[in-house]
């Protein structure tokens, strides 16, 4: 029996309908129930969304079904904060455009080199995801022509504003057809939201979904600090709480580095991350915090915002943040996918107004907790399960997963349990395994090969 929430109701195509069933996508999201409707009508659309509620989809398949593969020429592009928000926009399209033959994504995004991205747009493309600065470089070298525009998408465009993009968008929309249909996604909505709403949307329709995660899957605990005891108090919860993986959250950059250094001073294995880093640092941060060998991300609401790290334990506010919406966003990085997690928050008592603001925004009393109750251990250390191993051979080798799942399981005699996540780039490969298991990969790979040939392996970080 349908109900109102599958997508089977909506004028999409049989192809992407069954691509959708194959995706496990049974129900809508909150979002897509809301959205989708309107953006398959053709309406230009507000949507005021956290991350994770299914934003891709609500503009992907609107902007799919009406995309003509036969016609090579931009018809959508979606304009995203960051380059790995777009690479995650970029991987959801095309799992989305699967069922669709010959589909063109084209990614410009900052970071990377020119060129192949002006090949790709000669080759021919439909859709272009990227970040403003980059898809604005491609215009004024009239590598990329937007006349044939019918679909535009801002992803987090609050982010974008915050980045201070607003020139770059404005004028990149200047170069699209009026008759556009626009799209626009904010989890906030401050007034320069609106201001730039009222001049790029005709007649949107305007929808709200409510922050969508559960209450009792996270459970959100205050601790009263000052700000000398501070740092000394955050490691208190590292040691009290001990999560396997979890997110410091901070202000500053600068902020950033010394808490990670002064975790790290203490044993608690942690990495920063933050906007001042070079593209490839943060990948291999990234990188490295995914595939669970690396323990805690102490990172900026900027460079954290949209990442689609999934199942942390732990989320931790070294402060309160100015805005409750910002702090739910936080905090919803934890407890996904059913899971419990936690979110551990130190304030000072000249930040008890955010407390409050908090308190009222989720209309929930806050717990607050005692530091002087945790566990305080001497010898305590806190270190990811995995060690992220770095091969020196990649895509270009046509090196794939299986083949490095082979010889590890294989000639290096690992198991497969020890064996985590792999990603292969161009020329590189990066796998985790198991600490314990460190000694003997790098030890077979003294002279060890993959596909036959002698590949040199390092451990990185
Ligand atoms: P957002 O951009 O809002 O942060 P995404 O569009 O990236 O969120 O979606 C978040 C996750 O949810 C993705 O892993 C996506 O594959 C999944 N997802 C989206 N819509 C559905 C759905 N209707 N059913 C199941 N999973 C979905
Ligand atoms: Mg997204």
């Given at each position: 029996m349908s109900n109102t929430l599958t997508f089977s109701n909506l004028p999409l195509s049989p192809q992407l309908l069954d691509n959708l069933t194959s995706l496990g996508y049974l129900?809508?999201?909150?979002?897509?129930?809301?959205?989708?409707?309107?953006?398959?009508?053709?309406?230009?659309?507000?949507?005021?969304?956290?991350?994770?509620?299914?934003?891709?989809?609500?503009?992907?398949?609107?902007?799919?079904?009406?995309?003509?593969?036969?016609f090579f020429g931009i018809q959508a592009m979606i304009l995203c904060p960051t380059r790995e928000l777009a690479d995650q926009v970029g991987k959801e399209l095309r799992r989305l455009a699967r069922a669709i033959p010959n589909i063109k994504v084209v990614m410009l995004t900052g970071g990377k080199p020119f060129h192949p991205q002006k090949s790709s747009l000669e080759y021919g493309a439909h859709i272009v995801v990227g970040t403003p600065g980059r898809i604005q470089d491609h215009l004024s070298k009239q590598t990329l022509e937007l006349k044939d525009l019918q679909t535009l998408v801002l992803d987090e465009a609050d982010r974008m504003l915050d980045m201070g993009f607003s020139q770059e968008i404005n004028h990149i929309i200047s170069q699209t057809p009026k008759t556009r249909q626009t799209l626009l996604f904010s989890a906030t909505y401050p007034d320069s939201i609106n201001q730039m709403s009222h001049a790029i949307l005709k007649d949107p329709i305007t929808i709200h979904v409510e922050a969508e995660h559960h209450n009792e899957v996270i459970e959100q605990i205050f601790y009263q600090t000052n700000q000398k005891e501070r740092q000394k108090d955050l490691l208190n919860l590292f040691q009290h709480y001990q999560p396997e993986n979890s997110l410091v959250f901070c202000h500053t950059k600068i902020q950033c580095n010394e808490i990670a250094q002064s975790l790290r001073q203490n044993n608690i294995q942690a990495l920063a991350l933050h906007g001042d880093l070079e593209q490839r640092e943060r990948d291999q941060i990234l990188l490295r915090f995914t595939n669970h060998s690396c323990a805690v991300l102490v990172a900026t609401d900027v460079a954290a915002r949209g990442l689609d790290i999934k199942s942390l334990q732990a989320v931790i506010n070294y402060e309160l943040p100015h805005d409750p919406e910002i702090y739910i966003h936080r905090i919803g990085r934890t407890g996904r996918a059913g899971e419990k997690g936690i979110a551990l928050s130190l304030f000072t008592s000249s930040e008890k107004l955010r407390l409050e603001s908090i308190t009222t925004f989720q209309n929930k009393e806050a717990k607050i907790g005692q530091l002087k109750n945790l566990?305080?251990?001497?010898?305590?250390?806190?270190?990811?399960?995995?060690?992220?191993?770095?091969?020196?051979?990649?895509?270009?080798?046509?090196?794939?997963?299986?083949?490095?799942?082979?010889?590890?399981?294989?000639?290096?005699?690992?198991?497969?349990?020890?064996?985590?996540?792999i990603d292969i780039f161009d020329i590189v490969s990066h796998v985790a395994v198991e600490k314990q298991a460190l000694p003997t990969v790098l030890n077979y790979f003294a002279n060890g090969k993959i596909k036959g040939r002698f590949v040199k392996a390092r451990k990185m970080g």
């Open positions: 129900n809508m999201t909150a979002i897509q129930a809301q959205g989708l409707p309107h953006v398959l009508a053709g309406k230009d659309l507000i949507a005021k969304a956290k991350t994770g509620s299914g934003k891709t989809a609500t503009f992907g398949l609107g902007l799919l079904q009406q995309i003509n593969p036969r566990n305080q251990q001497k010898e305590f250390s806190l270190h990811a399960p995995m060690v992220t191993i770095q091969f020196d051979a990649g895509r270009k080798a046509k090196i794939r997963a299986g083949d490095i799942l082979g010889a590890l399981t294989g000639d290096a005699g690992l198991s497969n349990s020890q064996i985590g996540k």
